[in-house]
């Protein structure tokens, strides 16, 4: 199906055809990788009888005299971590685990807010009904204290039942925006078409519930920052380089934003690109897209897109553009700290290019970000650096 507007000749997208079709051919010699390939979402029953199993094991353990716990495994120690390049950071088999138990001063809140919260899921999936993190929060906002509590319980629950947080009926609020050639059906019926114009659409709430995805976009390319998107936008970016589509998780993505990105690698198989800012933080962020989170490492099969390219700022870039050094930023200790530790990630080992990339940044200790390409003119990004990168295969 055409969209408009109408973007460069068929020549501009030849490099980034044939990425696409060494994709493509990488895919088949893995054995293929089917449209919504990940966790299989849990009918009702399942999830019902998987509760219902815990509340027994608690029973169980009361008729027993003995102390009930929870035992879930632990997120939060990279020790617990295994790493495959297809698939990204995910829960070893046999990891350590910590219990919540009933009767400890110092685990027993949780132990009742974990209770609790599993009540309220039951409830819902028992209904056929669903609710946001914010509306679990605000059913006893007093008791709950902030929504951090309920957001990490909610993770809690979905790696002890080993299930993903759709199958629990439970929604996120999305802060992400998506623009350009795409159209597809929300679970409600309504029709949404997405526009290469200044206005972007926000991304759903319910991923899972999206159909009928349609798109003759060459790429999609994920931006750090909304400030970014924004001016992209302005400068009809999405115009000049349809078709495409352009996404944006405004920062650290929620969970929506990566569920869409993922599920539009896993419908066209195009080529995915990030631009991010040249520092660590952005790097970061672009790792969360690609390769997961240690958080949520008991989902990846449904969030991770290892298939992503860092197409910029590159550190060396900054020099091969002759970027000023005033217009550059030093690192910071803080800054400093987080890129060690990401040139420690299991999956930096696989990406010698983008090592050396994080190397050069060490070694000059400064970092940009994108808006330093305005120095060289206010549209450079959209009209020059982009479409520069894009035609030329500039990405690692």
Not at 122 to 151: E, M
Not at 227 to 253: E, Y
Request: net charge positive; proline share 4%.
């Amino acid at each position: 199906m055409a969209f408009a507007p109408m973007g460069p000749e068929a020549s501009f997208f030849e490099v980034l055809d044939q990425h696409r079709a060494s994709l493509l051919a990488a895919l088949r010699r893995g054995g293929g990788e089917p449209a919504g390939r990940g966790t299989r979402l849990a009918s009702s029953s399942e999830v019902l009888g998987s509760i219902e199993s815990v509340i027994q094991g608690i029973i169980t353990s009361v008729a027993r005299n003995e102390a009930p716990a929870f035992t879930i495994d632990n997120r939060s120690s990279w020790e617990n971590i295994k790493f495959e390049d297809s698939v990204g950071l995910q829960m070893a088999s046999h990891c350590t685990t910590r219990k919540i138990k009933s009767d400890s001063l110092k685990s027993v809140k949780k132990f009742a807010l974990i209770l609790k919260i599993l009540s309220m899921i039951y409830k819902l999936v028992q209904s056929n009904t669903y609710a946001t993190k914010r509306d679990l929060y605000y059913t006893d906002s007093q008791l709950f204290g902030n929504q951090t509590v309920v957001d990490n319980i909610i993770n809690d629950i979905s790696c002890m039942l080993k299930m993903p947080r759709i199958s629990l009926h439970i929604l996120s609020t999305s802060k992400g925006l998506i623009a350009g050639n795409l159209r597809y059906l929300e679970e409600d019926g309504t029709r949404v078409h997405c526009t290469c114009g200044s206005t972007a659409v926000a991304v759903p709430s319910n991923i899972q519930g999206i159909r009928n995805l349609i798109t003759d976009a060459k790429f999609l390319l994920i931006v750090e920052k909304d400030a970014t998107f924004q001016r992209l936008l302005d400068d009809s970016f999405c115009n000049r380089m349809s078709p495409c589509i352009m996404v944006t998780g405004k920062g650290v993505p929620d969970l929506n934003t990566r569920l869409l990105v993922k599920k539009l690698w896993d419908t066209f198989h195009i080529p995915v690109f990030a631009l991010v800012d040249a520092d660590p933080h952005g790097i970061e962020i672009m790792c969360i897209y690609k390769y997961g989170s240690l958080a949520m490492s008991f989902e990846a099969h449904n969030l991770t897109v290892p298939a992503i390219r860092w197409l910029g700022l590159l550190p060396s870039d900054i020099k091969r553009l002759n970027i000023p050094r005033d217009t550059l930023i030093p690192l910071t200790k803080q800054d400093q700290m987080k890129l060690e530790s990401v040139l420690k990630r299991p999956y930096v080992t696989c990406q010698p290019f983008w090592r050396k990339e994080m190397e050069i940044m060490a070694d000059s200790k400064l970092k940009a970000e994108i808006q330093a390409l305005t120095f060289l003119s206010s549209d450079y990004l959209s009209r020059v650096y982009l479409p520069n990168k894009l035609k030329f295969g500039g990405w690692i």
